[in-house]
């Protein structure tokens, strides 16, 4: 079966299969007067339940089991009607794969990968009818076990709410475990390229150029790691884009929330979250293409040496870009603050200048703050309005008129073709996500003191 087909079985089973459970109980009460424990739709998910877990479990146990069989079999037959060289090239199990589905053509292929294919195909049919078959019985095994438990005093309740509560406990390790990994993984490389660079070099350096030669004696054979430009570059692209969002995304919340008609509101916040759906590359060809030139010809009005590429151009855009981001979120922070405070406040004889000065933003400091720190963090991360507008010169400035470059642009051109992988300059990309993510780590917690030292409570 296909995985079109299977998804159609799959679903009559755990269909029929919560119909039956629903019906064991759908009578109110016993012979006896005894009403059921759980309500008959709790028998009938608890039903549901026992059908579909056990095919999802042959379903992914057979992904991980299949390849290791298939491969090595399809591979000893390619092997075994060819006399090449590359009877033991594992490579010619994709070439093979890709005939037998059809990606590529088969009239310029040998015989004997011609013979491999049909092979795969016997075994790739062989295997569907398997998968078929246990697939079906699980589901049929799962339907009948957890049938033949129910029953009136069967406390279906508790057994589905136990099972929600282990899904959901289940969903929050894995977004830990995948964070654990993440950090793990850079720690493991950061500490490889450790081992090449030293790490005040790396951290104190004010010279980067990772072009390492291939030999000792070609020019640039050893390279610098100082990562200091690639910081001041971002943070400084950063300040430009957070001087730009941070007023205009908070005085937009505030008009939005507290002065627009309702028609206006419901007409300009749309139009205002259209930015966020913007592609980022759209946002680096206007950024190239117009603001760059325009702050060129102002530059050059004033009799300033300005960059085609600057650091100015791209923190603009990208200053417009997560506006969105800060008034949607202020916005709907400002709205859930209560009315009460309002009204109390312009009783008291409060303008509604002042109201919103002292009452409003002041409770809604942290949700605020939280939007902010989320526009930071998505202009530190922002690479293609860099790599576009700001250009890849790690240079060491603080002139916005200067072509600068981020870290997050250096991750991506060092990474980016053929590169060794034990070679420093592969490694470095390693270290500056690491030393990234523990910058950004460093907000969070700035972030945190601050909410916690000004936050107020309201009853």
């Given at each position: ?7 159609i079985?799959?679903?009559?089973l755990?269909?029929v ?39 999802l479990?042959v ?17 000893a ?20 794969r ?42 049929l ?30 969903s ?5 475990l995948?964070?654990?990994?993440i950090?793990?993984a ?24 990772p ?6 004696d ?29 007023p205009?995304g ?11 008609h ?39 009005g ?7 590429e ?17 008034s ?6 400002i ?100 030393t ?6 460093t ?11 000004y ?5």
């Open positions: 079966m296909t995985f079109a087909q299977l998804t079985v799959f679903l009559i755990v269909l299969s919560g119909v039956l459970g629903w019906r064991r109980v759908r009578i109110p009460q016993l012979a006896d007067g005894i009403r059921p424990r759980s309500r008959a739709v709790y028998h009938g998910v608890y039903n549901a339940l026992w059908c579909a877990l056990p095919m479990v379903v992914l146990a057979w992904l991980a089991v299949e390849p290791g069989i298939i491969r090595p079999a399809v591979l037959e390619f092997a075994a009607n060819s006399a090449t060289i590359e009877a033991n090239n594992a490579f010619k199990y994709v070439e093979i890709n005939i037998a589905e059809g990606v590529l053509p088969s009239e310029s292929a040998d015989e004997s990968v011609l013979q491999a294919v049909g092979y795969y195909r016997v075994l790739q049919q062989q295997s569907s009818i398997a998968l078929t078959i246990l697939f079906v019985t699980a589901g095994s799962g339907l009948y076990l957890g049938y033949k438990r129910l029953g009136h005093l069967f406390p279906a309740r508790e057994k589905v709410e136990g099972f929600v509560r282990l899904f959901l406990f289940v929050a390790s894995i977004a830990i995948t964070t654990i990994s950090v793990l850079l720690a493991f490389e950061t500490l490889r390229f450790f081992q090449h660079v030293p790490v005040m070099d790396f951290l104190l350096g004010t010279k980067w150029s072009q390492v030669a291939i030999r000792a070609q020019v640039g054979s050893s390279g610098a790691f100082g990562a200091v430009p690639l910081f001041a570059g971002t943070l400084l692209i950063a300040l430009i884009a957070m001087l730009i969002a941070v205009v908070l005085f937009s919340a505030i008009y939005l929330a507290e002065y627009a309702p028609t206006a509101r419901h007409i300009l916040k749309p139009m205002l979250e259209i930015l966020a759906g913007i592609p980022t590359v759209v946002y680096g060809f206007f950024a190239a293409l117009t603001v760059a030139p325009m702050i060129v010809d102002l530059g050059h004033f009799g300033l040496e300005t960059s085609s600057s650091a100015l151009a791209a923190g603009l855009v990208m200053g417009f870009m997560i506006i969105p981001f800060i949607s979120l202020s916005d709907d922070v709205n859930s603050v209560p009315y009460s405070l309002r009204d109390g406040s312009l009783a008291m004889g409060a303008t509604k200048s002042e109201t919103i000065r002292k009452v409003i933003l002041p409770a809604a400091l942290p949700g605020i703050a939280g939007a902010i720190l989320l526009a930071v963090s998505r202009a530190i991360g922002e690479t293609m309005i860099v790599v576009m507008a700001a250009g890849l010169a790690a240079r060491l400035t603080a002139n916005p008129l200067e072509s600068v470059t981020t870290v997050t642009a250096q991750i991506v051109t060092i990474l980016v073709g053929d590169q060794e992988f034990d070679s420093p300059k592969t490694l470095a990309a390693f270290a500056l996500g690491l990234l993510f523990f910058v950004t780590l907000l969070n917690f700035i972030a945190l003191h601050v909410v916690r030292k936050r107020e409570q309201y009853d």
